[in-house]
């Protein structure tokens, strides 16, 4: 049984120089709060045989507890205490700051290519929702103040700003009884207005070039700004995704990485975003393969599927790899939790994921193409080409 709560805010709502806000607080909502002391939400789910976590994206954060049946009453508590009455301290504030900027530290500033994903995202986007990373900066880090901290909690931990899922081996009429004695008691306070922001029209191929201390070989970004999420566009590239790069099967790794040998390893995926999303192809350089051969070869296999899409065969593979996907993305409470939040929370209707997939599944050839002929074009694309300091130097 999966107990989440999702809230409604996501990176894309810091402003400039408050980054990182919604990510800190994923760790600061574990630090306590009026009933339950710091640390004691962690060895209280442990000691009823569950696991819990959180996490943070552009669009969302959610906080989740995976437990026995009989122990709904314990996850609805642990959620409902800290919407209602987060303690928030100096000290605590202090302590998660450093423990983000460690995180940081360790994932992003000593990460081969970590900083060059970040830069990719800020040559890509205009409006600055999008163009900042998830984690934050040091200086805004630096400079949040505990008044800063509580105005965010007021503003964006509101029962009004908040999606709660429970799925498991309940029934559903107990389970809402349970939910609102849980919840009756935290006060209703005023949500944030909808956020809306306007991302400009791309306009035409964007370059840039990173220094990276810690890569061993050149890397290359090649990304096209594309539709928003549901989006029918959006739908047909979710297969150009899988057909260019799923696995050995996909057309883009087969060519460039294992029959002609000018990639060590390549990557295609669709980052889905509330707003305009990014459409990303991450590879490699063989020793002896230059940044400027990848490239114009990515692009030749783009070409070619923008005029022939795909075949039959490949079609038909990739419903069946939907599908499977879609039994994956079902399998445990805590995914089918995840599914209900953001659909819930996202578009008003947790219900959407069956349709959606119905929906891709029906795409023809055709349909496909066309859409990879629109949205993967120069005028989209943005290039970030990532040099290894020791190659720098060397120059």
Known sequence: MTVDVTYDVGSRVEPAGKTGF??????????????????????????????????????????????????????LFLESDRMRALVLTQEKLDNQREA??????????NQPYAASFEAADDLAYDAFPYKHPVIGSMDDLGAASLDDARDFYRRYYAP??????VVGD?????????????????????????FAFEEPAPTGERRLEV?????????LHVNFKVKERRHPDFFALAVVERILGAGESGRLWRRLVKDESLALSL??????????SLFRVF?????????????????????????????PREMERIRRMILASAVRATQTTHAIAFLLSEYGLYDGDPGLFPRDVEAVLALDAATVREAAARLLVAARRSVVTVVPQESREAA
């Not at 939910?179 to 935290?186: C, M, P, Q």
């Not at 990557?267 to 305009?276: A, C, H, I, K, N």
């Open 100 to 109: 983000v900027k460690e995180e940081k530290r360790m994932r992003v500033d």
């Open 283 to 311: 590879a490699l350089a063989r020793p002896g393969v230059t940044l400027e051969r990848l490239e114009a070869e990515i692009l030749l296999d783009l070409e070619r599927f923008a005029a022939d899409g795909p075949t």
């Open 170 to 194: 309940v029934d559903p009429g107990d389970a809402f009884r349970r939910v609102k004695i849980a919840f009756e008691e935290v006060p209703a306070r005023e949500t944030p207005p909808h």
């Open 267 to 276: 990557s295609v995926s669709l980052d889905e975003r509330r707003g305009p």
């Open 160 to 165: 009004g700003n908040a999606l709660l899922a």
């Open 211 to 219: 220094t990276d201390k810690h890569a061993a070989m050149p890397a």
């Open 22 to 75: 919604a990510h800190l607080f994923e760790h600061l909502m574990f630090e306590g709060s009026e009933n339950i002391g710091k640390g004691e939400h962690f060895r209280l789910v442990a000691e009823a045989g569950g696991s819990m976590n959180g996490t943070t994206s552009e669009d969302r954060t959610n906080y989740f507890e995976t437990l026995p049946a009989e122990c709904l009453d314990l996850g």
